[in-house]
């Protein structure tokens, strides 16, 4: 399969290009403001990146674009009748995304959101071995540091802001576990240069699960799922972006009883379930998508806002 890539930054470089090539499908074409390309790149670069959509050089695309540009360029890509991969959040609203579904319903086109998390098989295990029929208490935290004002995480008008850059990962996790009614919502929101530098909070839903989480642009890299039943504890040390070799450490009343290591290479599998997708032409299917982002747009309008200065 022949993909161009919408954007060409740190993710898009390191994880998204060598995956596409280690899975056996090809980059052909880029589009990039600055020209940037991969060493040894022989296919077509461009600074327009309506002009990868219509370039006939392309079967699919990744959107690798700050996140103000996932809804416009994944609907001119699905109306092409390009298969899109995009980055997450799709939109910056769960309007954005309910509208995205509508159009490639419309357009019978298929569009997956790219959330890696969910091709390791850490999280299959997981979704394996824990029972959603007792109460289950989430805790997630997702840290990195990041002060750059210049960078699209820092800036409004980008989509910047905790909440959508690593928030949607710990609402993931809920909706993973079986959460599907969100009942309670309550935290707060650090709100500075305009975007969440940090927020945190608990979230209720219907399905006997609770969810505390803190994620953060201003905190020393860290990031830790500890799930909780009533006589078990799983803890995942690297849920989110893990190596290709990482553990689970399961845990009961006479501390830790069993570890669980897997290999495997998230970016890679995604690669594989979206070309898998396409070729059985199946239908785009968003529910998860949009449930997330609804519970986030929740969390922005319900959270208390206080500015740092």
């Not at 995956?19 to 499908?25: E, F, K, R």
């Not at 159009?103 to 959101?113: P, Y």
């Not at 091709?119 to 750059?148: A, G, K």
């Not at 998508?289 to 200065?309: G, L, N, Y």
Request: glycine share 8%; aromatic share 8%.
């Amino acid at each position: 399969m022949r993909i161009g890539i919408l954007g060409f930054g740190k993710i898009a470089r390191e994880a998204l290009y060598p995956a596409i090539l280690n899975v056996g499908h090809s980059v052909t074409a880029i589009g990039s403001a600055a020209g940037v390309k991969p060493d040894g790149f022989q296919g077509e670069v461009f600074s327009d990146y309506s002009d990868v959509i219509t370039s006939g050089l392309i079967d699919a695309v990744y959107i690798a674009l700050p996140n103000h540009l996932h809804y416009p360029m994944s609907r001119c890509a699905i109306e092409a009748g390009i298969p899109v991969l995009c980055e997450k959040p799709l939109g910056l609203s769960a309007a954005e995304v309910s509208s995205l579904s509508v159009v490639a319903e419309t357009q019978r086109s298929f569009l997956m959101e790219a959330l890696m998390v969910a091709h390791h098989p850490q999280w299959q295990w997981i979704r394996q071995h824990i029972s959603t029929d007792e109460p289950l208490h989430l805790s997630v935290q997702f840290h990195y540091e990041n002060r750059d004002p210049l960078n699209i995480r820092n800036r409004p008008e980008t989509g910047g802001g905790a909440r959508l850059d690593i928030g949607c990962y710990a609402l993931w996790v809920a909706h993973w576990l079986g959460a599907l009614t969100l009942t309670g919502a309550t935290g707060c929101q650090w709100i500075e240069q305009g975007v969440d530098a940090r927020t945190s909070g608990r979230l209720l839903f219907d399905e006997h699960l609770e969810l505390q989480f803190d994620v953060s642009m201003r905190r020393a890299r860290f990031q830790q799922v500890i799930i909780h039943s009533q006589k078990h504890c799983w803890v995942i040390p690297r849920p989110f972006n893990p190596s290709a070799n990482t553990t689970i450490w399961a845990m009961g009343s006479e501390g830790i009883e069993r570890e669980h290591q897997f290999e495997a290479m998230q970016y890679e599998r995604m690669i594989e379930a979206f070309s898998t997708s396409i070729d059985r032409q199946s239908k785009t299917d968003l529910t998860a998508s949009q449930r997330i982002a609804q519970w986030s747009d929740t969390i922005k309008h319900q959270f208390e806002e206080r500015i740092v200065k």
